[in-house]
Nanobody, 114 residues
Framework: QVQIVESGGGLVQPGGSLRLSCTGTGFVVSYYPMKWYRQAPGKERALVASISTTGGVTSYAGSVKGRFTISRDNPKNTVYLQMNSLRSEDTAMYYC???????WGQGTQVTVSS
């Protein structure tokens, strides 16, 4: 079955860190640029970060630049999002998808709160 599974979310205090994982099944992740998105309550899904097939090119939304790092481990068919210096406004459901998008996965919830 071709799908994407996100994991690694949780509850963290402001200033804390989390690492999200995105694993593809049924397809070869290394063939595709990959992207992380997030959707906060009452807001539209927004692009957070993207990475090229080899990992050599990355880009970030302005609100996360310098705090989040996207990376990939192609032999593991997995993409990561390292999130540091988390803020309350980072609270959202986080999703991953490839450049030729699949149906959205279940996402992983990140809650930043004291």
């Amino acid at each position: 079955q071709v799908q994407i599974v996100e994991s690694g979310g949780g509850l963290v205090q402001p200033g804390g860190s989390l690492r999200l994982s995105c694993t593809g099944t049924g397809f070869v992740v290394s063939y595709y640029p990959m992207k992380w998105y997030r959707q906060a309550p009452g807001k539209e899904r927004a692009l957070v970060a993207s990475i090229s097939t080899t990992g050599g090119v990355t880009s970030y939304a302005g609100s996360v630049k310098g705090r989040f790092t996207i990376s990939r481990d192609n032999p593991k068919n997995t993409v990561y999002l390292q999130m540091n210096s988390l803020r309350s406004e980072d609270t959202a459901m986080y999703y991953c998808n490839r450049n030729s998008p699949l149906p959205w996965g279940q996402g992983t919830q990140v809650t930043v709160s004291s």
